[in-house]
């Protein structure tokens, strides 16, 4: 096997709070065991356009605080030919770069991993996305800023519900995952959510009215997942179809979510997940993400990574059904 001395770095897909602290964590980690690291702009666009830079430790001073990603952010369709991924590993060479971290969720460590077959390229992905949906971590960088933020503009949001006594659907990201819907729902007291992993194959609106939650409360707050067809504006239309006698607004928390300064949580883990990458390679790992699974580092290749069958816990929306009564 060919011998690491130069590693680069990028981020991928969908900024998430603490991409930042994860920068910083492969840079320093990386000098300090005496690899030199080269920055990625753009994603994997940047390795096909060729922008890249030498990463000094200065050159992640002051950054752990920061939301988003300094070294910006793309969801590269060229990427994903076979003539992009060509260009990206030409320009990987001609930079001297033998191997690469990538921080992202699921299509970008996908990206990675087919990159990594294909060319012979050493790869550690680090899951970043505040979706929460990669396998073999517990939570993924990101995720808890997220649900923070989604908590406080809940608090906010119930102040209107009770003093209009209303019910307010507020819809919230995860793409095709519900761990932000459900567990914001829990953080926030909510008295629903609605997520995809519901597949009890019950009508999620009619078992939230049926639950008969207006007798007790004259609010309610249900958190709702993103989706193209059945969002918030989905129910909150059934609602005022079916139920005419309740008062329904929607809210749609949108991109301020992905936004902030990350929490310590996410500091924590991005900083352990980016120290882990630089172990894993000093041990001749490859071609695997790093994860968190019981407070201990762990190695998880990429192709479980990736697998979408992460699921919400049967026993938080047990929990979240016996918390809103
Ligand atoms: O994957 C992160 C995420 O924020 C999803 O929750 C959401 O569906 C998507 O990215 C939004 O992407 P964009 O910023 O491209 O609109």
Not at 42 to 63: H, M, P, Q, W
Not at 125 to 146: A, C, E, R
Not at 159 to 164: G, I, Q, V
Request: proline share 2%; glycine share 10%; net charge neutral.
């Amino acid at each position: 096997m060919r011998k690491i001395s130069t590693i680069g770095i990028l981020t991928s897909g969908g900024d998430a709070p603490g991409m930042n602290a994860a920068i910083r964590a492969v840079t320093r980690a990386g000098i300090a065991n005496g690899f030199r690291i080269m920055a990625v702009y753009r994603g994997y666009e940047g390795l096909i356009n060729d922008e890249i830079k030498e990463f000094t430790t200065e050159d992640v001073s002051n950054i752990i605080q920061r939301g988003g990603t300094i070294l910006k952010t793309a969801r590269s369709r060229e990427f994903e030919t076979q003539e992009g991924r060509q260009k990206a590993y030409e320009n990987m060479q001609k930079r001297g770069i033998d191997a690469l971290v990538v921080i992202g969720g699921n299509g970008s460590l996908t990206g990675a991993r087919i990159f990594a077959q294909e060319f012979d390229v050493p790869c550690i992905g680090l899951p970043g996305t505040i979706d929460n949906d990669l396998n073999g971590t517990d939570s993924t960088i990101g995720y808890d800023t997220t649900l923070n933020t989604i908590m406080e503009c809940v608090d906010k949001i119930r102040d209107t519900a009770t003093s209009h006594e209303r019910i307010f659907f507020v819809e919230v990201m995860g793409r095709d995952a519900g761990f932000l819907a459900q567990n914001s729902a829990i953080a926030a007291g909510a008295e629903a959510a609605i997520i995809p992993e519901d597949n009890t194959g019950a009508d999620q609106l009619e078992h939230f009215i049926g639950r008969g939650i207006r007798k007790s409360k004259s609010s309610s707050i249900v958190l709702v997942s993103e989706s193209p067809k059945c969002g918030a504006m989905y129910y909150a239309e059934r609602v005022r179809k079916e139920y005419p006698e309740y008062d329904v607004r929607v809210s749609i928390l949108g991109h301020l979510q992905r936004g902030g300064s990350p929490s310590a949580g996410d500091r924590i883990l991005a900083s352990r997940l980016g120290c882990g990458a630089i172990q894993a390679f000093l041990e001749g790992q490859r071609n695997i993400m790093i994860g968190i699974k019981n407070d201990e580092v762990v190695y998880v290749p990429f192709t479980n990574a990736i697998k979408s069958d992460k699921s919400v816990k049967k026993e938080l929306i047990d929990n979240l059904a016996v918390l809103s009564i």
